[in-house]
C-alpha cells in the first residue's frame, strides 16, 4: 500500500474516531469528501485510488478538484470550503507522519478558502409562523406529528439534527419543563419550554406508545424521520399555509429558518445576543450577530433614538473641467 493509503487509514481509525471522537456526522462528512477526490484523481492520473500517492494529489490537482466541484458539480463557496477543510485536515496530520513529502503537503494546505456573500438570514413574522402551525391537519396522526415538530422547531430553534435525535425521555414536562438535546460537538444543552409547548407535548407524549428509549417524532412505522423527510413536510405545510398567508409563498421555507425564527422572537424580546446564543447551541457569541444584522426593526429603533446631524441639501460641482470628467467616471 502507498503511504497515502496507510496515513489516509490511520487518519480515519486513529485521529478522528480514537483520538479527536468525532462525531458519526463528521467522519460522514470527510469520507464524502475524500470518495469524491480519490475518484477525481482516479480519473485524472488513470491510477487506481489505492495505488494513488502524495506526490499525486498535488496543490494544482487539487485545484482542480475544487473547481470540479464548483463547475460540474454545482456546489457552492461553502461546500467548497467544507471539502477543502476536510482535505488540510488529512494533510496537516500527515505532514508528521511523512516528512519526505513536506513539500507536497505544505503547497496543498497553503490552498486557501474561497470567500463568499453572506446573505441576510431569513426568517418569518409573527403572522407567517401562526399561519404555518394552522396548516397541518390535526384531524390526522402525521397532521398532529407535524403540528407539534413545527411547534417545538418555532420555540426551541433546534437544528434539524437535533429534532431528529430527540427521544421521549428529552421530554421534561414537569417543574422547569425543558427539552434535552445533544447538539453540534456533541454539546448537550437544554432549553426551556413554554406553557403552549408543554401543553401540546403533553397530549402527543399520551398519543405515543410509552418508551423512553423511542424517538419523538417517527414515521408511522415507528422509524425515525429523515432530514429531506421533515424539510418536505415544512414544505408542504409553507405551500398550504400560503393560501391565507401570500407572503409565505415568497419564501423558501425550511427547518433553518424556523431556527433563525427561534432566534428572531427571542431579539424581538429584548433577549440579550449572549443568551440567545447559549440557547441556539452556538460556538461563538458572535455567530448572533447575523440576526442583528437581518433585522431591520432593531435598526430603525436605534436610528430614532439617535440624534442625527442635519445637513443642507446640495450637489457637489467642480469648477476644473479635469475635475468634472474624473467626477463622471
Same mark, same amino acid.
Given at each position: 500500500?502507498?503511504?497515502?493509503?496507510?496515513?489516509?487509514?490511520?487518519?480515519?481509525?486513529?485521529?478522528?474516531?480514537?483520538?479527536?471522537?468525532?462525531?458519526?456526522?463528521?467522519?460522514?462528512?470527510?469520507?464524502?469528501?475524500?470518495?469524491?477526490? %480519490?475518484?477525481?484523481?482516479?480519473?485524472?492520473?488513470?491510477?487506481?485510488?489505492?495505488?494513488?500517492?502524495?506526490?499525486?494529489?498535488?496543490?494544482?490537482?487539487?485545484?482542480?478538484?475544487?473547481?470540479?466541484? &464548483?463547475?460540474?458539480?454545482?456546489?457552492?463557496?461553502?461546500?467548497?470550503? #467544507?471539502?477543502?477543510?476536510?482535505?488540510?485536515?488529512?494533510?496537516?496530520?500527515?505532514? !508528521?507522519?511523512?516528512?519526505?513529502?513536506?513539500?507536497?503537503?505544505?503547497?496543498?494546505? #497553503?490552498?486557501?478558502?474561497?470567500?463568499?456573500?453572506?446573505?441576510?438570514?431569513?426568517?418569518?413574522?409573527?403572522? &407567517?409562523?401562526?399561519?404555518?402551525?394552522?396548516?397541518?391537519?390535526?384531524?390526522?396522526?402525521? @397532521?398532529?406529528?407535524?403540528?407539534?415538530?413545527?411547534?417545538?422547531?418555532? $420555540?426551541? @430553534?433546534?437544528?434539524?439534527?437535533?429534532?431528529?435525535?430527540?427521544? $421521549?425521555?428529552?421530554?421534561?414536562? *414537569?417543574?422547569? #419543563?425543558?427539552?434535552?438535546?445533544? *447538539?453540534?460537538?456533541?454539546?448537550?444543552?437544554?432549553?426551556?419550554?413554554?406553557?403552549?409547548?408543554?401543553?401540546? !407535548?403533553?397530549?402527543?407524549?399520551? &398519543?405515543?406508545?410509552?418508551?423512553?428509549?423511542?424517538? %419523538?417524532?417517527?414515521?408511522?412505522? @415507528?422509524?425515525?424521520?429523515?432530514?429531506?423527510?421533515?424539510?418536505?413536510?415544512?414544505?408542504?405545510?409553507?405551500?398550504?399555509?400560503?393560501?391565507?398567508?401570500?407572503? %409565505?409563498?415568497?419564501?423558501?421555507? /425550511?427547518?433553518?429558518?424556523?431556527?433563525? /425564527?427561534?432566534?428572531?422572537?427571542?431579539?424581538?424580546?429584548?433577549?440579550?445576543?449572549?443568551?440567545?446564543?447559549?440557547?441556539?447551541?452556538?460556538?461563538?457569541?458572535? /455567530?448572533?450577530?447575523?440576526?442583528?444584522?437581518?433585522?431591520?426593526?432593531?435598526?430603525?429603533?436605534?436610528?430614532?433614538?439617535?440624534?442625527?446631524?442635519?445637513?443642507?441639501? @446640495?450637489?457637489?460641482?467642480?469648477?476644473?473641467? !479635469?475635475?468634472?470628467?474624473?467626477?463622471?467616471?
Amino acid at each position: 500500500m502507498t503511504a497515502l493509503a496507510i496515513t489516509l487509514q490511520a487518519f480515519f481509525t486513529d485521529r478522528l474516531l480514537r483520538e479527536r471522537h468525532a462525531s458519526p456526522c463528521t467522519v460522514s462528512a470527510y469520507r464524502d469528501t475524500w470518495r469524491l477526490l %480519490l475518484g477525481f484523481c482516479a480519473k485524472r492520473t488513470g491510477k487506481s485510488p489505492s495505488a494513488l500517492d502524495f506526490s499525486d494529489l498535488d496543490a494544482p490537482l487539487v485545484c482542480a478538484f475544487l473547481d470540479h466541484l &464548483e463547475l460540474e458539480r454545482k456546489n457552492g463557496a461553502r461546500t467548497r470550503n #467544507a471539502r477543502l477543510a476536510a482535505i488540510h485536515s488529512l494533510f496537516r496530520y500527515a505532514a !508528521l507522519r511523512n516528512p519526505e513529502c513536506a513539500a507536497t503537503i505544505a503547497r496543498v494546505l #497553503a490552498i486557501q478558502s474561497k470567500r463568499f456573500e453572506r446573505a441576510i438570514v431569513a426568517f418569518l413574522t409573527e403572522a &407567517e409562523v401562526q399561519a404555518l402551525l394552522a396548516a397541518p391537519d390535526r384531524a390526522s396522526w402525521s @397532521g398532529r406529528r407535524d403540528h407539534v415538530l413545527l411547534l417545538v422547531a418555532v $420555540q426551541t @430553534g433546534l437544528r434539524i439534527s437535533e429534532l431528529i435525535g430527540l427521544r $421521549q425521555s428529552d421530554v421534561h414536562i *414537569g417543574v422547569g #419543563a425543558h427539552l434535552a438535546c445533544q *447538539g453540534k460537538g456533541r454539546k448537550n444543552r437544554i432549553t426551556p419550554l413554554t406553557v403552549p409547548v408543554v401543553n401540546v !407535548l403533553r397530549t402527543w407524549l399520551a &398519543e405515543c406508545d410509552v418508551n423512553p428509549s423511542a424517538r %419523538l417524532f417517527t414515521t408511522r412505522a @415507528g422509524t425515525p424521520l429523515s432530514r429531506d423527510a421533515i424539510e418536505r413536510r415544512i414544505a408542504l405545510h409553507a405551500a398550504t399555509a400560503s393560501a391565507t398567508c401570500p407572503t %409565505l409563498g415568497k419564501k423558501n421555507i /425550511t427547518c433553518h429558518v424556523l431556527r433563525h /425564527t427561534a432566534a428572531m422572537r427571542l431579539l424581538e424580546a429584548g433577549v440579550d445576543p449572549t443568551v440567545i446564543a447559549l440557547w441556539l447551541g452556538h460556538e461563538r457569541v458572535d /455567530t448572533t450577530a447575523i440576526y442583528l444584522h437581518a433585522h431591520l426593526g432593531i435598526k430603525e429603533q436605534a436610528l430614532d433614538r439617535a440624534r442625527m446631524p442635519t445637513a443642507k441639501v @446640495g450637489r457637489y460641482c467642480p469648477t476644473d473641467k !479635469l475635475l468634472a470628467f474624473l467626477e463622471s467616471l
